[in-house]
Antibody, heavy 120, light 107 residues
Framework: QVQLVESGGGVVQPGRSLRLSCAAS????????MHWVRQAPGKGLEWVAL????????YYADSVKGRFTISRDNSKNTLYLQMNSLRPDDTAVYYC?????????????WGQGTLVTVSS | SYELTQPPSVSVSPGQTASITCSGD??????ACWYQQKPGQSPVVVIY???KRPSGIPERFSGSNSGNTATLTISGTQAMDEADYYC??????????FGGGTKLTVL
C-alpha cells in the first residue's frame, strides 16, 4: 500500500526556517510528480508547490514563492520542503501528495500531514 | 490567478440527493476532481476527470462538469458522507486550484 509519511513540523518563531520531509514507500517514487498542500487551522486546502518526477521542474504558489523551496531525493524516496522567512500565516498542516500518473492533475495519495506553527 | 468558488455549506436529509457546485471561468474546459475530507483525516479523492470514481468509492458519488460549473452529486446520502468537500482543477497559470470547500451536513 502506498505510504507517504511527513515529518519535520513543529513550533518555530517568525522569520526562522524549517524543513519538512515526506518519506515515500511502496511505489516507484522516481516516476511521480509530487506536491505540497497545506491547510490552516479550520480553513480550506491551499496548494503550495509542485516538483516534477525528476526534479527538473518546480512551481510555487504566489504566497510562498521566494521563501519556500521544494526538492526531492529519488535515491532516498524522499520529498522536501524548505521553508524560510516563516510568517504566522504559514501556520498549517502540511500534506505531501502524489500526483496521479494519469494525464490529469489530481492527487491519488496523501500523507497524514505535519503541523507547522509559526508563533513567537 | 484561477479561482474556484463553492458554497460554504450544504444540508441534506438522509437518503436524499446532495449536490455541491464548483464554479470557475470556463471550468468545463478543464478537468475537475473532488476530495472528501473528514475531521482529523487527510483528503480522499472521490471523483476525478469530472466523472470518474476511484476504486472503492461508492456508486452514489457522481460528477459532472460543463460551462463554468462542476457538480458533485451524492445520491442516497448517508450519515457517513458528512464531511468537507473540495473541488480542484489544474490551470496553466495557477497550476493547482482548490475551491474553498463545502461542509456537507446530513440531518
Amino acid at each position: 500500500q502506498v505510504q507517504l509519511v511527513e515529518s519535520g513540523g513543529g513550533v518555530v518563531q517568525p522569520g526562522r526556517s524549517l524543513r519538512l520531509s515526506c518519506a515515500a514507500s511502496e511505489f516507484t517514487f522516481s516516476l511521480y510528480a509530487m506536491h505540497w498542500v497545506r491547510q490552516a487551522p479550520g480553513k480550506g486546502l491551499e496548494w503550495v508547490a509542485l516538483i516534477s518526477y525528476d526534479g527538473t521542474k518546480k512551481y510555487y504558489a504566489d504566497s510562498v514563492k521566494g521563501r519556500f523551496t521544494i526538492s526531492r531525493d529519488n535515491s532516498k524516496n524522499t520529498l522536501y520542503l524548505q521553508m524560510n522567512s516563516l510568517r504566522p500565516d504559514d501556520t498549517a498542516v502540511y500534506y505531501c501528495a502524489r500526483e496521479t500518473a494519469m494525464a490529469t492533475t489530481h492527487f491519488d495519495y496523501w500523507g497524514q500531514g505535519t503541523l507547522v506553527t509559526v508563533s513567537s | 490567478s484561477y479561482e474556484l468558488t463553492q458554497p460554504p455549506s450544504v444540508s441534506v436529509s438522509p437518503g436524499q440527493t446532495a449536490s455541491i457546485t464548483c464554479s470557475g471561468d470556463k471550468l468545463g474546459d478543464k478537468y475537475a476532481c473532488w476530495y472528501q475530507q473528514k475531521p482529523g483525516q487527510s483528503p480522499v479523492v472521490v471523483i476525478y476527470e469530472d466523472t470518474k470514481r476511484p476504486s472503492g468509492i461508492p456508486e452514489r458519488f457522481s460528477g459532472s462538469n460543463s460551462g463554468n460549473t462542476a457538480t458533485l452529486t451524492i445520491s442516497g446520502t448517508q450519515a457517513m458522507d458528512e464531511a468537507d468537500y473540495y473541488c480542484q482543477a489544474w490551470d496553466s497559470s495557477t497550476h493547482v486550484a482548490f475551491g474553498g470547500g463545502t461542509k456537507l451536513t446530513v440531518l
